[in-house]
């Protein structure tokens, strides 16, 4: 089975600043979707950015980017310019290819961010 | 798009008493619906999988007579915490996985459960 490790529990960083989560997984298989979701107060999940592992190329949305690095199975998050908007819980998720069948998310425990003005 | 509602989004029952909640997808055809669970500070643990006009399957240690899925339709899938007790209070998502899967799944709002 796949696993997700984030090994920052909590993670802080000053406005405007860059900082970078970390997440590494588990899995036999060469063909999946890695995701990182942002969890507000609010609870609602919301989609950061997505990457195939097909893709060398590494994803980037705006202020987000990823480092994927396939071979070392590592996945992080890099939030750039920080605001205080993006203080949240920010997990990793891994999804086998859609072909193999009704895949679920994989989740990592999260790791909570906080953005100091 | 690939908007996912869920409801109720919080609810206040007292214990012995079952509660259902409901997962729509409100643009698409949601083939396969997941329920998660997430306690307090931790992270999403998956319940069961549901298939349109099929059993769910649950994942190891969940109780199927506790927590009830039913997927009668392409867009609505349900679950029902039957007899709740204090220890099913917790926060319940659904996501779902729409028939042209390109692999993001779309998440409903989350439904805050208290069992008093």
């Known amino acids: 089975a796949q696993t997700v490790t984030q090994s920052q529990p909590e993670m802080s960083v000053q406005e405007a600043e860059t900082v970078t989560l970390s997440c590494t997984y588990d899995t036999s298989e060469s063909d999946y979707y890695l995701f990182w979701y942002k969890q507000p107060p609010s609870r609602q999940m919301i989609l950061v950015i997505r990457q195939e592992a097909y893709k060398q190329q590494n994803a980037t949305e705006n202020r987000f980017s990823v480092n994927f690095q396939k071979a070392a199975k590592s996945f992080s998050l890099k939030i750039s310019d920080s605001q205080l908007g993006d203080a949240a819980m920010y997990f990793c998720?891994?999804?086998?290819?859609?072909?193999?069948?009704?895949?679920?998310?994989?989740f990592g425990k999260g790791t909570r961010l906080s953005v100091i003005a | 798009g690939a908007v996912v509602s869920q409801h109720p989004s919080w609810v206040i029952c007292k214990s012995g008493t079952s509660v259902k909640i409901e997962c729509r997808s409100l643009?698409?055809?949601?083939?396969?619906m997941f329920w998660y669970r997430q306690f307090p500070k931790q992270s999403l643990m998956l319940m069961a999988t549901s298939n349109e006009g099929s059993k769910a399957t649950y994942e190891q240690g969940v109780e199927k007579d506790k927590f009830l899925i039913n997927h009668a339709s392409l867009t609505l899938s349900t679950l029902t915490v039957t007899s709740a007790h204090p220890e099913d209070s917790s926060f319940y998502i659904c996501s779902a996985r729409g028939q042209g899967d390109t692999g993001e799944l779309f998440f409903g709002e989350g439904s805050r459960l208290t069992v008093l």
């Open positions: 643009d698409f055809q949601a083939t396969t």
């Open positions: 998720a891994y999804r086998s290819p859609a072909y193999s069948g009704n895949t679920p998310l994989v």
